[in-house]
Nanobody, 120 residues
Framework: QVQLVESGGGLVQPGGSLRLSCAASGSIFSVNYMGWYRQAPGKQRELVASISGGGITTYATFVKGRFTISRDNAKNTVYLQMNSLNPEDTAVYLC??????????????WGQGTQVTVSS
């Protein structure tokens, strides 16, 4: 059984910062890609940022240099540092990872999500 558990969401004022964390636990042989998505009410889920097993990063255009994704492979944890937040960033942020859970088996996993609200 593999779980992804996010933390770090909350309420922040416009221009503020938050750091999200997502830790993978359970029967893990290795972790490949890790990433963050977000979903606002009435909108489709969208990719925010991803990082490969080798550390190659990809960002959505709306990030515009404000967010930084990183990972700690020893802890099977991915982080999302979010700066210069604006109300349009309000959404549930979900962690996503490709995980090898047995000798020859991989699967795509999702966390339960953490709410980020940007408001004055």
């Amino acid at each position: 059984q593999v779980q992804l558990v996010e933390s770090g969401g909350g309420l922040v004022q416009p221009g503020g910062s938050l750091r999200l964390s997502c830790a993978a636990s359970g029967s893990i042989f290795s972790v490949n890609y890790m990433g963050w998505y977000r979903q606002a009410p009435g909108k489709q889920r969208e990719l925010v940022a991803s990082i490969s097993g080798g550390g190659i990063t990809t960002y959505a255009t709306f990030v515009k240099g404000r967010f930084t994704i990183s990972r700690d492979n020893a802890k099977n944890t991915v982080y999302l540092q979010m700066n210069s937040l604006n109300p349009e960033d309000t959404a549930v942020y979900l962690c996503n990872a490709g995980i090898k859970y047995s000798t020859n088996s991989w699967d795509n996993y999702w966390g339960q999500g953490t709410q980020v609200t940007v408001s004055s």
